[in-house]
């Protein structure tokens, strides 16, 4: 493992000791944020990206491992193993490189060259392959022998160049080439099937397209690969075939002679029957995991985004989802987030039903003393907004919220366990209310596929999309912090070391034991233990704690170390805590040990200076341009105020209140060039931006902020024809730096 070691260090720009000691503590169950945040000195202060960057090294190189040794025994048991085939497979420092050193000993189904040697042929493949003056059909005239099925001259030539062919395609270093190849010179290739072009209409663009594999972006990937699956492309994969045999014949032919004709017609066969098709495979999984790779990337960061975006905070709020025919569902919520009352309103029905809808708002609105009203952006979302707005209720902050998987939590079983006796519509609605009071806390009850952010997300490969998310919301809540005493089980079960099962424990004893006082009490909490308590306590806050660092991120552990400084200074922590003049006053060197140093005393200050300090940014209230609510209330030049929803590789979308997201295409954001719109983007950022197409019929909104964008911005690529723009909550959607600089570690293990 130490060689593991020495090459992951190489790979990161870290020292191996780095190393070792954050797999040693990942492999002792610690987690990434409490190994980022509470074991600076151990790891050299590494962050998250660093740390997930060795976990998920040091799971790929132990895998490698496996299959190596999996690949010597089987080897072994077929008494093929060599010394020299023991160092190939030992120095393998891939998979491909590993697989391809095995593929002529992997177990198969009969082939035509295993018919071949069957027959005896063998000899006269390695006479033919040999390349000397020989007459081929007199040396074939050798091999005829009708018992084992040899009838002629030309079927014992036949199946020397079957042996031949498959010799060649099964060659590890010429398959090394032929994979070069294909990356750099290879074309995708797709074609509309005949008779599908009106069923396939939304794949237009690829009904005769062409494209390198080395330049094609994820997105166009993953949509001629989805139109190929429901079979309305036909797709391919291939570079030129003249440079393919032109390289197989430059190591393969190595003479000009009668038995250099057999060898170049092997090799044309080989290619087209075994090694393209075995090379179109591998390159189609290697572009698909480059494209899912990508998409995934892009999905995390702008779930993270969205998870992280600003909290209106505890305050009384009156939450609607809007509906014309149905009604909107009205609730409201107290300062915690606790349904106080929820009735429905006709405001979008007839006068009588819009009388009677402005006299139920105003009733509930004073009787609760509502100090900010959530709207859900779906179905009249605009015109339940003019509603609210017109009624120019006192001190009301009205804000439209994106309520995309609200129903699919309404009809979750975390909402039916904590409201049994409501139906999806009101469960909806409160979920919408939330999300304006904590988007944190309410999203991480729904799965982050169902958030509306993304590209192509149901078509990358779902366990590592997965993984990718946990990491996400996992970054996302221990970066928060979570109120003990209040959070879900949900939110719970994201905390570091926690989990589901530990997360019910807890709101178990929490409901039967009272509000948690001390974090040592989690102690007393069913199975959760040491390790447990260890890895969690920093990240959970018990505001109004008896002891006052419970409500900061300062971990348990390191307790006794401030109330010593607050005893040399001659004062209590809670003064401390207060009075900068104390803190400054404090010599940090003089409590460096081997165990803190001063990252975690710096940590340490910091957080008595803002105990438990919500990183997130202040929260802006929003409005939409009045009298815009339909896209045919658009004209080209408009410009307009809008909320990004989603952020892809070709550009972001932008909702800009006519229930039909805009797309601003990537060279349309900025005058300079910019290679991800993340570079000047962020989801749920408020811009300005200036309408410049309009389809109603094909519901297609294009938008423009170069003339709208602020003074400063960064760098320029190759343009590529935009995406269709799609309806909310149906768009094709292909973390913080973190992700982006996760996503560029990893390319360096390619």
Same mark, same amino acid.
């Given at each position: 493992?130490?060689?593991?070691?020495?090459?992951?260090?190489?790979?990161?720009?870290?020292?191996?000791?780095?190393?070792?000691?954050?797999?040693?503590?990942?492999?002792?169950?610690?987690?990434?944020?409490?190994?980022?945040?509470?074991?600076?000195?151990?790891?050299?202060?590494?962050?998250?990206?660093?740390?997930?960057?060795?976990?998920?090294?040091?799971?790929?190189?132990?895998?490698?491992?496996?299959?190596?040794?999996?690949?010597?025994?089987?080897?072994?048991?077929?008494?093929?193993?060599?010394?020299?085939?023991?160092?190939?497979?030992?120095?393998?420092?891939?998979?491909?490189?590993?697989?391809?050193?095995?593929?002529?000993?992997?177990?198969?189904?009969?082939?035509?060259?295993?018919?071949?040697?069957?027959?005896?042929?063998?000899?006269?493949?390695?006479?033919?392959?040999?390349?000397?003056?020989?007459?081929?059909?007199?040396?074939?005239? !050798?091999?005829? &022998? $009708? +018992?084992?099925?040899?009838?002629? @001259? *030309?079927? %014992?030539?036949?199946?020397?160049?079957?042996?031949?062919?498959?010799?060649?395609?099964?060659?590890?270093?010429?398959?090394?080439?032929?994979?070069?190849?294909?990356?750099?010179?290879?074309?995708?290739?797709?074609?509309?099937?005949?008779?599908?072009?009106?069923?396939?209409?939304?794949?237009?663009?690829?009904?005769?397209?062409?494209?390198?594999?080395?330049?094609?972006?994820?997105?166009?990937?993953?949509?001629?690969?989805?139109?190929?699956?429901?079979?309305?492309?036909?797709?391919?994969?291939?570079?030129?075939?003249?440079?393919?045999?032109?390289?197989?014949?430059?190591?393969?032919?190595?003479?000009?002679?009668?038995?250099?004709?057999?060898?170049?017609?092997?090799?044309?066969?080989?290619?087209?029957?075994?090694?393209?098709?075995?090379?179109?495979?591998?390159?189609?999984?290697?572009?698909? !995991?480059?494209? &899912? $790779? +990508?998409?995934?990337?892009?999905? @995390? *960061?702008? %779930?993270?985004?969205?998870?992280?975006?600003?909290?209106?905070?505890?305050?009384?709020?009156?939450?609607?989802?809007?509906?014309?025919?149905?009604?909107?569902?009205?609730?409201?919520?107290?300062?915690?987030?606790?349904?106080?009352?929820?009735?429905?309103?006709?405001?979008?029905?007839?006068?009588?039903?819009?009388?009677?809808?402005?006299?139920?708002?105003?009733?509930?609105?004073?009787?609760?003393?509502?100090?900010?009203?959530?709207?859900?952006?779906?179905?009249?979302?605009?015109?339940?907004?003019?509603?609210?707005?017109?009624?120019?209720?006192?001190?009301?902050?009205?804000?439209?919220?994106?309520?995309?998987?609200?129903?699919?939590?309404?009809?979750?079983?975390?909402?039916?366990?904590?409201?049994?006796?409501?139906?999806?519509?009101?469960?909806?609605?409160?979920?919408?209310?939330?999300?304006?009071?904590?988007?944190?806390?309410?999203?991480?009850?729904?799965?982050?596929?169902?958030?509306?952010?993304?590209?192509?997300?149901?078509?990358?490969?779902?366990?590592?999309?997965?993984?990718?998310?946990?990491?996400?919301?996992?970054?996302?809540?221990?970066?928060?912090?979570?109120?003990?005493?209040?959070?879900?089980?949900?939110?719970?079960?994201?905390?570091?070391?926690?989990?589901?099962?530990?997360?019910?424990?807890?709101?178990?004893?929490?409901?039967?034991?009272?509000?948690?006082?001390?974090?040592?009490?989690?102690?007393?909490?069913?199975?959760?233990?040491?390790?447990?308590?260890?890895?969690?306590?920093?990240?959970?806050?018990?505001?109004?704690?008896?002891?006052?660092?419970?409500?900061?991120?300062?971990?348990?552990?390191?307790?006794?170390?401030?109330?010593?400084?607050?005893?040399?200074?001659?004062?209590?922590?809670?003064?401390?805590?207060?009075?900068?003049?104390?803190?400054?006053?404090?010599?940090?060197?003089?409590?460096?040990?081997?165990?803190?140093?001063?990252?975690?005393?710096?940590?340490?200050?910091?957080?008595?200076?803002?105990?438990?300090?919500?990183?997130?940014?202040?929260?802006?209230?929003?409005?939409?341009?009045?009298?815009?609510?339909?896209?045919?209330?658009?004209?080209?030049?408009?410009?307009?105020?809008?909320?990004?929803?989603?952020?892809?590789?070709?550009?972001?979308?932008?909702?800009?209140?006519?229930?039909?997201?805009?797309?601003?295409?990537?060279?349309?954001?900025?005058?300079?060039?910019?290679?991800?719109?993340?570079?000047?983007?962020?989801?749920?950022?408020?811009?300005?931006?200036?309408?410049?197409?309009?389809?109603?019929?094909?519901?297609?909104?294009?938008?423009?902020?170069?003339?709208?964008?602020?003074?400063?911005?960064?760098?320029?690529?190759?343009?590529?024809?935009?995406?269709?723009?799609?309806?909310?909550?149906?768009?094709?959607?292909?973390?913080?730096?973190?992700?982006?600089?996760?996503?560029?570690?990893?390319?360096?293990?390619?």
């Amino acid at each position: 493992m130490t060689s593991h070691y020495k090459k992951i260090a190489t790979e990161l720009s870290i020292t191996e000791k780095q190393v070792s000691t954050t797999a040693a503590l990942l492999d002792e169950g610690a987690t990434v944020p409490f190994i980022s945040r509470y074991r600076k000195e151990m790891t050299g202060s590494l962050d998250e990206v660093r740390v997930a960057a060795i976990r998920d090294r040091v799971l790929q190189l132990r895998e490698l491992d496996k299959r190596r040794d999996a690949i010597l025994k089987s080897l072994t048991e077929m008494g093929k193993l060599t010394p020299e085939l023991e160092k190939l497979v030992n120095e393998a420092e891939t998979m491909v490189a590993l697989e391809d050193i095995y593929l002529p000993y992997r177990p198969k189904r009969k082939t035509r060259a295993i018919a071949a040697r069957e027959k005896g042929l063998q000899p006269l493949a390695d006479l033919i392959l040999a390349q000397t003056r020989i007459d081929p059909e007199e040396e074939a005239a !050798k091999f005829i &022998d $009708e +018992e084992k099925g040899v009838a002629s @001259a *030309e079927e %014992a030539l036949a199946g020397a160049r079957d042996i031949i062919a498959e010799y060649i395609s099964e060659h590890a270093e010429t398959r090394a080439k032929m994979r070069q190849l294909f990356l750099t010179k290879g074309t995708f290739q797709s074609k509309v099937i005949t008779g599908k072009e009106e069923a396939g209409i939304k794949y237009k663009d690829y009904f005769d397209w062409s494209e390198p594999v080395k330049t094609a972006p994820s997105h166009r990937v993953l949509a001629m690969r989805r139109g190929e699956k429901e079979e309305i492309l036909w797709l391919d994969i291939q570079p030129p075939e003249d440079d393919a045999i032109s390289l197989l014949e430059q190591q393969f032919v190595t003479a000009y002679n009668a038995a250099s004709q057999q060898v170049k017609l092997a090799i044309t066969d080989g290619y087209k029957r075994l090694l393209k098709p075995s090379m179109e495979t591998e390159i189609r999984l290697f572009t698909k !995991k480059s494209a &899912d $790779e +990508e998409a995934i990337r892009v999905f @995390a *960061e702008n %779930a993270r985004q969205l998870l992280m975006s600003a909290p209106l905070g505890q305050k009384r709020i009156m939450a609607i989802d809007p509906g014309f025919r149905t009604g909107c569902k009205v609730v409201c919520l107290d300062e915690q987030g606790k349904l106080l009352e929820y009735t429905a309103i006709f405001p979008h029905t007839g006068a009588g039903n819009a009388k009677e809808a402005e006299k139920t708002t105003r009733h509930i609105f004073e009787k609760y003393n509502i100090e900010a009203i959530a709207i859900g952006n779906g179905t009249a979302g605009r015109e339940t907004e003019l509603f609210v707005r017109h009624l120019n209720l006192p001190g009301a902050t009205i804000v439209m919220v994106n309520e995309s998987g609200a129903s699919i939590y309404s009809a979750s079983e975390a909402a039916r366990e904590e409201f049994p006796d409501k139906d999806v519509t009101v469960r909806g609605a409160v979920s919408i209310g939330r999300r304006l009071m904590d988007p944190l806390a309410e999203l991480v009850k729904i799965d982050p596929k169902s958030i509306g952010v993304g590209q192509y997300q149901h078509d990358v490969d779902q366990n590592k999309l997965q993984t990718s998310l946990d990491d996400t919301v996992i970054s996302c809540v221990n970066a928060v912090g979570v109120e003990l005493n209040t959070a879900s089980k949900q939110i719970l079960a994201y905390v570091s070391g926690l989990g589901p099962q530990l997360a019910q424990n807890i709101v178990d004893h929490r409901n039967a034991n009272g509000a948690f006082k001390r974090r040592d009490q989690l102690k007393k909490v069913a199975r959760l233990g040491d390790k447990a308590f260890e890895q969690a306590a920093g990240f959970l806050r018990i505001n109004g704690a008896e002891n006052p660092l419970d409500a900061s991120a300062v971990h348990p552990e390191r307790y006794a170390l401030v109330e010593q400084m607050a005893k040399d200074i001659k004062c209590s922590v809670k003064d401390l805590m207060s009075d900068s003049q104390l803190r400054k006053s404090i010599p940090l060197q003089k409590y460096v040990s081997e165990t803190v140093g001063l990252p975690t005393l710096n940590d340490i200050m910091a957080e008595l200076a803002k105990p438990g300090r919500d990183p997130r940014e202040q929260f802006e209230a929003f409005s939409f341009t009045e009298g815009v609510n339909e896209i045919g209330d658009l004209k080209i030049g408009m410009k307009l105020p809008g909320i990004v929803t989603n952020i892809t590789n070709f550009g972001a979308f932008v909702d800009i209140g006519v229930h039909q997201d805009g797309l601003v295409h990537l060279s349309q954001i900025t005058n300079r060039f910019i290679k991800d719109p993340n570079e000047v983007l962020k989801v749920h950022q408020n811009v300005e931006v200036t309408v410049t197409e309009v389809d109603v019929n094909r519901k297609r909104i294009s938008l423009s902020m170069k003339a709208n964008e602020p003074r400063q911005q960064p760098q320029q690529r190759p343009q590529y024809k935009p995406v269709h723009n799609q309806p909310k909550r149906q768009q094709e959607q292909p973390e913080t730096d973190m992700a982006l600089k996760l996503a560029a570690l990893k390319g360096k293990f390619k």
